[in-house]
């Protein structure tokens, strides 16, 4: 599934060096603003103890981690929707992905500088929701002229279409994201196609010096405060003791490094597992002598449709999945002996896929 979540934020709050962290690409990380030019992809492997845990069980010859797309985006400035900086790349690059990963930066180093002058993250998330709010609003206005012609020659499409973009306009006009407005699922599929910035998921993401890792600070108390009607999520990651992690090269000396700082997991890997949230995706596992593969799919799809991220042919010729709770295989300890108690469960195109659940599809073409 080519799923992405963009990073964004100011510049200079520590986007790329958490893209490095995140990935094996290098974004340039330097001290001055548009030192990402153009958005750098990173395919990161997506950490999951299940999928560790079935491959003791197995023992097989590979084992295959799912993945998401995590894109470094130009930071942005005052004035972006009008074109200031790189505003109209930001905006487009930032339009092709599928969620919002937004770095604002909560730490005092007088090294680096902010563009404003100070640190006030709660200024700077206010910017670039400004920018991409007044970017939203050009494009439902733009909208609006041709729906009210035809919905006042009696189109009803277009009538409901206007009705739901009115409902933005006011939204927007009030300093609203698109994603306060509440629309029912039938609503949404009517304006599909807008595609609007302020609409998509957002996770926001306070970067900290070290001594804050585990607590916070002022500033991420501000933040917190902030985003509390948003229904967003909130992670706090401190990337330059990230950038340290991520050159070690053992597992034990990771371990040790985080248990020094007081934390029991990364904050890059509580981020690769929120963005992965984020984006309402899955993972639903295969699993033998040969491989243990962990496959991603989007919550509420069914079993065809999920047989279908395996092969297209799996999903055309679907007859019926074989489905293994992981709690039971991890009890049990094989396949066989699911099988022998019954703890194999035989479902057809209607069965809603769990996540964690192992799978054996059975098809024909």
């Known amino acids: 599934m080519a799923l992405q979540c963009g990073i964004v934020g100011l510049p200079n709050v520590g986007k790329s060096t958490l893209f490095n962290c995140l990935s094996n690409a290098r974004a340039q990380a330097a001290n001055f603003p548009f030192c990402t030019i153009e958005p750098n992809v990173g395919v990161i492997t997506v950490p999951d103890e299940r999928l ?40 487009a690059n930032i339009r092709n992905t599928n969620a919002i990963i937004h770095v604002l930066r909560c730490f005092e180093n007088e090294n680096i500088t902010h563009v404003d002058g100070t640190v006030d993250p709660v200024r700077d998330k206010g910017i670039i929701d400004t920018e991409l709010q007044l970017k939203d609003l050009e494009t439902i206005e733009n909208r609006i002229g041709k729906c009210q012609k035809q919905a006042t020659a009696g189109d009803k499409i277009a009538k409901r279409q206007y009705d739901i973009l009115m409902q933005y306009k006011e939204a927007l006009e009030q300093g609203l994201s698109a994603r306060t407005v509440e629309l029912t699922a039938e609503e949404r599929k009517v304006v599909w196609d807008l595609n609007l910035l302020t609409d998509k998921p957002v996770l926001y993401v306070c970067n900290v010096d070290e001594a804050s890792a585990v607590t916070g600070n002022v500033h991420t108390e501000a933040v917190r405060a902030a985003i ?15 950038a340290d992690i991520a050159e070690l090269e053992s597992y034990e000396e990771r371990q040790l490094f985080l248990q020094d700082m007081g934390l029991e997991e990364s904050g890059v890997s509580r981020l690769i597992k929120a963005a992965y949230r984020l984006l309402d995706l899955q993972t639903f596992f295969t699993t ?77 073409v």
């Open 288 to 364: 033998g002598a040969d491989e243990s593969r962990a496959w991603t799919f989007r919550r509420g799809m069914k079993a065809p449709e999920t047989a279908g991220v395996i092969h297209s042919d799996f999903e055309r010729g679907f007859i019926r999945a074989e489905v293994i709770k992981y709690a039971d295989y991890v009890e049990l300890g094989s396949e066989r002996a699911c099988r022998d108690v019954g703890k194999i469960g035989i479902e057809g195109k209607e069965y809603v896929v769990e996540d964690g659940d192992i799978m054996h599809f059975l098809f024909n």
């Open 228 to 242: 509390a009607s948003e229904r967003a999520e909130m992670l706090i990651v401190a990337a330059s003791a990230e």
């Open 52 to 91: 560790m845990k079935l491959a003791e069980i197995d023992n097989p010859k590979r084992v295959v981690p799912t993945t998401i797309e995590i894109v470094d985006i130009a930071g942005l400035v005052k004035g972006a929707s009008k074109g200031e900086g790189l505003g109209n790349k930001f905006l």
